[in-house]
């Protein structure tokens, strides 16, 4: 069974541009997460969704951060436009309830 | 905010000792999970241990809770090289249904030596 699917694993940008980042929940799972990780500020949780419903985006850092889930297997945060201070690891994660998260492998933004 | 801190930041022993790392919270909690990072890859769920439970094991894994404390600890014994990572308490606030999203810790950076 494949977990959670994150595109792409790499990416490398310049200041400005827009960044879209893809994520694939385990299937049957009714909740997903995005987080943020960094060597200064550790794990940060940037929103959630609970069946396709944003529950709580308190965490996205600006205007400029945004995402969606239109559909139970499929979501996407995207930054526009980025800056350098975006540049970080970004992990999406699945769960049922309250159980344990189900993380993808990330993907690792550079933002020049 | 952060609402889990671990203890210590880093820890490195010989191979075949036993590791604690701790891990300290804020506010009440529904359940206490510790995940596993290798380096370059995502989070892996070890355990989970609920309010009402004082300890839980799991192969080499050893958890204990204290709420009144509002600390946790996780034990890892006969340590293996394969068992260097970083490891994360994240605790879950929200009870009854629905999602709550899981706030984690720093993690402690575990080095065995071989």
């Known amino acids: 069974d494949a977990g959670v699917i994150q595109s792409p694993r790499h990416e490398v940008t310049e200041m400005g541009q827009e960044v879209t980042l893809r994520c694939k929940p385990i299937s049957g799972h009714n909740s997903l997460f995005w987080y943020r990780q960094t060597m200064m500020r550790g794990l940060e949780l940037l929103i959630y969704?609970?069946?396709?419903?944003?529950?709580?985006d308190s965490g996205m850092p600006e205007d400029r951060f945004s995402a969606k889930m239109p559909n139970a297997s499929f979501s996407t945060l995207k930054i526009q436009p980025s800056e350098p201070r975006d540049s970080a690891v970004y992990f999406c994660?699945?769960?049922?309830?309250?159980?344990?998260?189900?993380f993808g492998e990330g993907s690792r933004l550079t933002v020049l | 905010s952060q609402q889990g801190e671990e203890d210590p930041q880093a820890l490195s022993i010989q191979e075949g000792e036993n590791a604690t790392m701790n891990c300290s919270y804020k506010?009440?909690?529904?359940?206490l999970q510790w995940y596993r990072q290798n380096s370059g890859r995502g989070l892996v769920h070890l355990i989970l241990i609920r309010s009402n439970e004082r300890e839980k094991h799991s192969g080499r894994l050893r958890v204990t809770l204290d709420t009144s404390k509002k600390s946790s600890s996780l034990l890892i014994t006969a340590s293996r090289a394969a068992d260097t990572a970083s490891y994360f308490c994240?605790?879950?606030?929200?009870?009854?249904?629905?999602?709550?999203?899981?706030?984690f810790g720093k993690g402690t950076h575990l080095i065995i030596q071989p």
């Open positions: 969704f609970n069946n396709n419903v944003p529950i709580d």
């Open positions: 994240a605790t879950a606030l929200r009870s009854g249904g629905g999602a709550d999203g899981l706030t």
């Open positions: 994660a699945s769960s049922l309830g309250l159980g344990e998260l189900f």
């Open positions: 506010t009440s909690i529904n359940n």
